[in-house]
């Protein structure tokens, strides 16, 4: 697993997106970027060079799963390991990510344990 | 040309369907009156009710306190994580041992600040439903009492994810992570 890939976190409450990425600190992640959106999360992907990306499902103007689309029907992004985490635990959600490409799903709220499994996960499969 | 048995009959089966047809219009056009006074009772109490409290200060004031409970919690929890960082920063001043034990602390109340952001979904989809309220309650009264034309209202196109963005679910339909980990293994 390299700690040295970019990392996008995305997610609409501030308070999240720090202890996301106090967690990734703790697991050697120091290069990491954040997004309060998905359309913030985007154009930051396509001027960027990331090598995972965390996001959250419900937020506005773009919500995660379209983020999701969007970066699997772009060909320079469409290979991101892309973890959904989310308090979206029905499981029409989980099928409809799955559809989408996600690469992994972490129902919300979740331990330091789950997150650091998911990503060793993707990132092997990167 | 004498008139047959039939021809005769006929006449008669006439009037009767017609005297039974008038009793059933009798009826119906009563139970129509008896509906048409209802509807203008109810309107009449929909337009003399004293709504305005409700959707002007009530309701308002309702979410305003929810959204302060939000930036309140939010508050409280960036407190904790400040100190939280603070006793990352001591770590590497201190032993193996306790620099562990600080570690294993401090994720613990990472974790558990997590609690901020399923509150603050819970309550906003409180306060979305306090602002439908709010809403109907405006239209229905604008409707009986002003007879005011109201405005169609058009929801505009929802993505699939906006449309399975429910927020947290309650506790005994969530799905766990465990649950969640087989169904996408299903997948595979």
């Known amino acids: ?126 | 040309m004498p008139e047959s048995a039939a021809d005769m009959v006929r006449p008669q089966v006439a009037l009767q369907v017609m005297t039974d047809l008038n009793r059933t219009e009798t009826a119906l056009l009563a139970e129509l009156e008896s509906l048409g006074r209802m509807v203008a009772a109810a309107k009449e109490e929909i337009a003399a009710m004293r709504v305005e409290n409700v959707d002007a200060t009530h309701l308002p004031a309702a979410t305003d306190e929810l959204d302060e409970v939000v930036r309140s919690t939010a508050d409280a929890a960036n407190e904790i994580l400040d100190v939280c960082e603070t006793l990352e920063n001591l770590q590497p001043k201190l032993d193996s041992e306790a620099a562990d034990t600080v570690a294993t602390c401090v994720t613990r109340i990472y974790e558990a600040c997590a609690f901020q952001d399923i509150t603050g979904q819970r309550i906003g989809k409180v306060v979305n439903a306090l602002k439908q309220i709010e809403q109907r309650v405006r239209e229905t009264t604008g409707r009986y009492a002003r007879s005011s034309a109201l405005p169609a209202r058009h929801a505009p196109a929802r993505t699939e994810g906006e449309r399975l963005a429910n927020g947290p679910q309650p506790t005994a339909a969530a799905s766990s992570q465990a649950e969640i980990d087989a169904l996408l293994a299903s997948f595979d």
């Open chain 1, 1 to 126: 697993m390299d700690k040295n890939t970019n990392v996008l976190i995305v997610d609409d409450y501030k308070t999240m997106l720090r202890i996301i990425r106090n967690l990734l600190k703790q697991l050697d992640f120091n290069n990491v970027e954040e997004a309060t959106d998905g359309q913030e999360a985007l154009s930051k992907l396509r001027a960027g060079n990331f090598g995972l990306v965390i996001s959250d499902w419900n937020m506005e103007p773009m919500t995660g799963l379209d983020l999701l689309k969007e970066v699997r029907a772009d060909a320079r992004l469409k290979s991101i390991p892309f973890i959904m985490i989310t308090a979206e635990s029905k499981t029409e959600n989980v099928v409809a990510a799955r559809a989408a490409g996600v690469s992994n799903y972490i129902v919300k709220p979740f331990n330091a344990e789950t997150l650091r499994d998911k990503i060793e996960k993707v990132m092997a499969h990167a």
